[in-house]
């Protein structure tokens, strides 16, 4: 079974620029998730889809990050402008709709912001 | 929202020893409890999970127990080996049905040889 794609998996911007990452989750994972991991934290929510549908998206910064699903599959995430806070891992990371079934994640795309 | 406190945040064991993480949690409607073992550099990794209608699951060297009661859930890990150090996170999710994630911030174990 593949795994979640991202990509690219490094990205360094400078501030004000825009940026914009790519996932893939396994084939049938309708829930998918895009998480921010600062250095030394946990992975903070994002954005949460089921199928093409948000689910919730109360921690995305909306006035600079945007994503979406259209197709129920692949995924974006946008950010514009990119602000120096911003440098982190972002994470996506699907799983069957559902119960709680487990997460996986994908390989992450280090953001630097500079 | 859900609030996860995970503590310690540095926990440092010699190779053999036991080590147990804690993370309380604040919404009692919370039912599902994962935890993740991140190496560094890389992706995290389901370890062991466990449900809110049992109080403990048990895989190998790795147990996690549950208090719903108090709303905490701990992760015990023995025999602990140098490739056992990494990152672990909690999380609590399934408020409301949608399975929303909330992480504790992570405990960095070092196991020594």
């Known amino acids: 079974e593949a795994g979640v794609a991202q990509s690219p998996r490094y990205k360094i911007i400078e501030k004000r620029q825009s940026v914009a990452f790519w996932c893939n989750p396994i084939s049938g994972h309708a829930t998918l998730y895009w998480y921010q991991q600062i250095l030394g934290q946990g992975p903070k929510l994002l954005i949460q889809f089921q199928n093409n549908g948000v689910v919730d998206d109360s921690q995305l910064p909306k006035d600079r990050f945007s994503a979406e699903r259209l197709k129920g599959v692949d995924s974006t995430l946008k950010i514009q402008p990119a602000k120096l806070e911003d440098s982190a891992v972002y994470l996506c990371a699907s799983r069957l709709a559902g119960g709680p079934y487990e997460q996986y994640f994908g390989p992450g795309t280090r953001l630097t912001v500079t | 929202g859900e609030n996860v406190e995970q503590h310690p945040s540095t926990l440092s064991v010699q190779e053999g020893d036991s080590a147990v993480i804690k993370c309380t949690y604040s919404d009692s409607a919370s039912n599902y409890f994962p935890w993740y073992k991140q190496e560094l550099g890389k992706r995290p990794q389901l370890i062991i999970d466990i449900r809110s209608n049992v109080g403990e699951k048990k895989d190998q060297r790795i147990a996690v127990t549950l208090n719903k009661t108090a709303k905490h859930f701990s992760l015990h890990i023995t025999e602990t080996q140098p490739e056992d150090s990494a990152v672990y996170f909690c999380?609590?999710?399934?408020?409301?049905?949608?399975?929303?994630?909330?992480f504790g911030r992570g405990t960095s174990l070092i196991v020594h040889p």
């Open positions: 999380a609590a999710t399934g408020s409301g049905g949608s399975y929303i994630p909330t």
